[in-house]
């Protein structure tokens, strides 16, 4: 019903694009995977190879202990979620969950149980006999979730399956989806390029690019800390600063940029050691930048980067959303995102403070 | 606003005529099956369903009828069955010269009956075989395949391919994705194929006049019927024929189509 997900070394060549690098990654049995990236950076052909639909050039995939290279899509223990759903659309709903369990030459009584168990999950009990060309978008998908779990996999993959719903049902199934994977208990490996989806559901996020992977850990790791400027980027918007690695030590990073010195904690550079000279990016996200006259906190837990002009503001509802042009050059740079209460006006001048904590460093790749 | 008027006249002038150039030889066909006297021409002096009651009591007429409806039904069996799989092949397999192949599998359907049946009337008195409706039968699946083939070939796509995918990876073979999944999933446009090949193999002359012998299909009775001279018989079994392929497109659009355009709708 669950098991460990592990590749090792994959590789895989389209003709002369290298989809993937050489990839290595274990996923733990139970856990809630999501494979992220933008389109093109072999997300879904990791999945695919996963599945058995492709043969990767190189390297293994092993689910459990067994070693899956040359298994055939059938008798893997997975079961896969396309993104178009791809329900049988001459069959109704329940002829489409009992299907696998037919394949597999399960006794009748016992499918009917799942089948039964499955429908009342999804909340279709109503809907069994429906065709799927009577079932709404969020319907169908919880059919195709009841189709691949009735087959008992020990890995679920799902390959972008909610993508052609809307923002709100997308909210609902997305919750849906983390609680079902719960009760279950089986290994869910879900590909998105929506980081907001990724956060939302997953225990580990594996942040994707270019066939490689630039970042793995749980959502508030990857998002605080991330590994890389990519991953940084991808997870989020992210104010940069060029800084130049000044002294190191055991409790602080001091580094020069635009603004002038800053120093910050030596966690500010997590995935690296600085070295004194090295070229880095602090990097900020909008939300830890502080409003002026905000005193809850003291000064010197606030990195000062000066008197900003305010370019343009908007109201987003949870907070105000403002472009600012920094003290040290003319152009807008800087995105912040001060508290909804706070009125800032184009022309304004605030000063601009980013906590201290949060601000991080990673090396210029 | 007359303007207006005059160009709304002319379009449903335009209208009537080009239905009129189309139906008006069939209009006049079923009308004068319905003639009293024993001549289909003007003046009509009917109706009356003697000529109709002469078809079915001619024995020849209601056996080449049988012969017709059994060539049709069958080979239109077969030509969907071996179009369904060309089909099936060409859009899951990669095969060597797929390209070629694909294109040789259609072109006969630009080629003319007369050549087709005149090659085949060749090619079987070469191997010995004579001339019957078994033969005729080979002709029309020689004819419909390529139209079966070519329907049932633009119904499978990405999307089906997907579905088929799904299937297998809940454990199903090759065989029973095909049979289970494949063949249903596409049976508005299998049936589609089915119905139009029966009404092409309904109508066919040519071939089934040159490859049959004793037992013939409709229309070669019907020309053999013509050329002892017109009368309103002729015009009745003529409507039989054309009543039964208006019944069999119809049957198409409401069942088939309809269906198939609500599920793509959906």
Same mark, same amino acid.
């Not at chain 2, 019907?222 to 054309?242: H, M």
């Given at each position: 019903?669950?098991?460990?997900?592990?590749?090792?070394?994959?590789?895989?060549?389209?003709?002369? !694009?290298?989809?993937?690098?050489?990839?290595?990654?274990?996923?733990?049995?139970?856990?809630?995977?999501?494979?992220?990236?933008?389109?093109? %950076?072999?997300?879904?052909?990791?999945? /695919?190879?996963?599945?058995?639909?492709?043969?990767?050039? @190189?390297?293994?995939?092993?689910?459990?202990?067994?070693?899956?290279?040359?298994?055939?899509?059938?008798?893997?223990?997975?079961?896969? /979620?396309?993104?178009?759903?791809?329900?049988?659309?001459? /069959?109704?709903? @329940?002829?489409?969950?009992?299907?696998?369990?037919?394949?597999?030459?399960?006794?009748?009584?016992?499918?009917?149980?799942?089948?039964?168990?499955?429908?009342?999950?999804?909340?279709?009990?109503?809907?069994?006999?429906?065709?799927?060309?009577?079932?709404?978008?969020?319907? &169908?998908?919880?059919?195709?979730?009841?189709?691949?779990?009735?087959?008992?996999?020990?890995?679920?993959?799902?390959?972008?399956?909610?993508?052609?719903?809307?923002?709100?049902?997308?909210?609902? /199934?997305?919750?849906?989806?983390?609680?079902?994977?719960?009760?279950?208990?089986?290994? !869910?490996?879900?590909?998105?390029?929506?980081?907001?989806?990724?956060?939302?559901?997953?225990? =580990?996020?594996?942040?994707?690019?270019?066939?490689?992977?630039?970042?793995?850990?749980?959502?508030?790791?990857?998002?605080?800390?991330?590994?890389?400027?990519?991953?940084?980027?991808?997870?989020?918007?992210?104010? &940069?600063?060029?800084?130049?690695?000044?002294?190191?030590?055991?409790?602080?990073?001091?580094?020069?940029?635009?603004?002038?010195?800053?120093?910050?904690?030596?966690?500010?550079?997590?995935?690296?050691?600085?070295?004194?000279?090295?070229?880095?990016?602090? %990097? !900020? @996200?909008?939300?830890? %930048? @502080?409003?002026?006259?905000?005193?809850?906190?003291?000064?010197?837990?606030?990195?000062?980067?000066?008197? %900003?002009?305010?370019?343009?503001?908007?109201?987003?509802?949870?907070?105000?959303?403002?472009?600012?042009?920094?003290?040290?050059?003319?152009?807008?740079?800087?995105?912040?995102? !001060?508290?909804?209460?706070?009125?800032?006006?184009?022309?304004? =001048?605030?000063?601009? =403070?980013?906590? =201290?904590?949060?601000?991080?460093?990673?090396?210029?790749? | 606003?007359?303007?207006?008027?005059?160009?709304?006249?002319?379009?449903?002038?335009?209208?009537?005529?080009?239905?009129?150039?189309?139906?008006?030889?069939?209009?006049?066909?079923?009308?004068?099956?319905?003639?009293?006297?024993?001549?289909?021409?003007?003046?009509?002096?009917?109706?009356?369903?003697?000529?109709?009651?002469?078809?079915?009591?001619?024995?020849?007429?209601?056996?080449?009828?049988?012969?017709?409806?059994?060539?049709?039904?069958?080979?239109?069996?077969?030509?969907?069955?071996?179009?369904?799989?060309?089909?099936?092949?060409?859009?899951?397999?990669?095969?060597?010269?797929? +390209?070629?192949?694909?294109?040789?599998?259609?072109?006969?359907?630009?080629?003319?009956?007369?050549?087709?049946?005149?090659?085949?009337?060749?090619?079987?008195?070469?191997?010995?075989?004579?001339?019957?409706?078994?033969?005729? +039968?080979?002709?029309?699946?020689?004819?419909?395949?390529?139209?079966?083939? *070519?329907?049932?070939?633009?119904?499978? +796509?990405?999307?089906?391919?997907?579905?088929?995918? *799904?299937?297998?990876?809940?454990?199903?073979?090759?065989?029973?994705?095909?049979?289970?999944?494949?063949?249903?999933?596409?049976?508005?446009?299998?049936?589609?194929?089915?119905?139009?090949?029966?009404?092409? $193999?309904?109508?066919?002359?040519?071939? *089934?006049?040159?490859?049959?012998?004793?037992?013939?299909?409709?229309?070669?009775?019907?020309?053999?019927?013509?050329?002892?001279?017109?009368?309103?018989?002729?015009?009745?079994?003529?409507?039989?024929?054309?009543?039964? $392929?208006?019944?069999?497109?119809?049957?198409?659009?409401?069942?088939?189509?309809?269906?198939?355009?609500?599920?793509?709708?959906?």
């Amino acid at each position: 019903m669950t098991a460990r997900v592990e590749f090792r070394g994959i590789a895989q060549r389209f003709g002369t !694009f290298d989809a993937l690098g050489g990839i290595d990654l274990t996923v733990e049995a139970g856990e809630f995977a999501v494979l992220l990236g933008p389109s093109g %950076c072999g997300k879904t052909t990791l999945l /695919m190879i996963l599945a058995g639909f492709i043969v990767p050039t @190189r390297g293994e995939v092993f689910i459990g202990d067994r070693q899956m290279n040359g298994v055939p899509p059938a008798r893997r223990p997975t079961t896969t /979620m396309f993104q178009d759903y791809a329900l049988f659309p001459h /069959m109704s709903v @329940r002829a489409n969950i009992l299907f696998g369990p037919k394949m597999q030459h399960v006794p009748a009584a016992e499918a009917k149980a799942r089948a039964d168990r499955l429908l009342a999950m999804v909340n279709l009990a109503d809907a069994a006999t429906k065709k799927p060309h009577e079932l709404s978008g969020g319907q &169908r998908q919880r059919v195709a979730l009841a189709r691949a779990l009735a087959v008992e996999p020990d890995v679920l993959l799902l390959d972008e399956p909610l993508g052609a719903l809307d923002l709100g049902l997308r909210k609902q /199934m997305q919750q849906e989806l983390k609680h079902i994977q719960r009760e279950v208990g089986t290994t !869910f490996i879900h590909v998105t390029h929506d980081q907001e989806e990724a956060m939302a559901i997953a225990d =580990r996020i594996v942040v994707m690019n270019q066939g490689r992977i630039e970042d793995h850990g749980s959502p508030d790791r990857v998002y605080l800390r991330p590994a890389t400027l990519f991953s940084a980027g991808f997870m989020g918007e992210l104010n &940069r600063l060029e800084a130049e690695v000044g002294d190191v030590s055991a409790e602080l990073v001091s580094v020069d940029t635009v603004a002038g010195k800053l120093a910050l904690p030596r966690t500010a550079a997590a995935g690296f050691d600085p070295q004194v000279g090295q070229h880095t990016i602090l %990097c !900020f @996200r909008p939300e830890q %930048c @502080r409003p002026d006259g905000d005193d809850s906190h003291a000064d010197h837990e606030a990195l000062d980067l000066g008197e %900003c002009r305010v370019v343009e503001s908007a109201f987003f509802g949870t907070h105000l959303r403002a472009l600012l042009a920094p003290p040290w050059a003319e152009a807008p740079g800087i995105v912040a995102h !001060f508290p909804q209460r706070d009125v800032l006006k184009p022309g304004d =001048r605030t000063t601009l =403070r980013v906590s =201290r904590d949060a601000a991080f460093l990673l090396p210029v790749s | 606003m007359t303007r207006r008027a005059l160009g709304n006249v002319g379009v449903a002038g335009y209208v009537l005529l080009l239905y009129g150039f189309i139906y008006l030889p069939v209009m006049t066909l079923v009308l004068f099956s319905f003639q009293e006297g024993r001549f289909p021409i003007p003046p009509f002096n009917g109706p009356s369903l003697r000529w109709y009651e002469a078809v079915f009591a001619d024995g020849k007429l209601t056996a080449a009828l049988t012969n017709s409806l059994v060539v049709a039904l069958l080979s239109s069996a077969l030509a969907c069955l071996l179009g369904f799989l060309a089909a099936y092949g060409f859009a899951r397999y990669r095969l060597p010269g797929a +390209g070629p192949l694909k294109v040789m599998i259609t072109a006969p359907l630009t080629v003319s009956y007369l050549i087709i049946g005149f090659g085949l009337l060749v090619t079987f008195n070469m191997a010995g075989i004579s001339r019957s409706l078994w033969a005729v +039968g080979i002709g029309h699946v020689v004819i419909n395949t390529p139209l079966c083939f *070519a329907i049932i070939t633009v119904s499978l +796509g990405e999307h089906q391919r997907n579905i088929e995918r *799904a299937a297998r990876d809940l454990g199903a073979s090759d065989w029973q994705v095909m049979w289970r999944v494949t063949a249903p999933m596409l049976l508005p446009s299998i049936v589609a194929a089915y119905f139009l090949s029966v009404t092409f $193999s309904w109508d066919e002359f040519i071939i *089934a006049f040159l490859l049959s012998r004793f037992d013939v299909t409709l229309p070669v009775e019907i020309w053999s019927l013509l050329r002892s001279g017109l009368n309103p018989k002729t015009n009745a079994v003529g409507s039989v024929v054309f009543l039964a $392929s208006v019944a069999v497109v119809l049957i198409l659009e409401f069942v088939v189509f309809r269906r198939y355009s609500s599920r793509r709708a959906a």
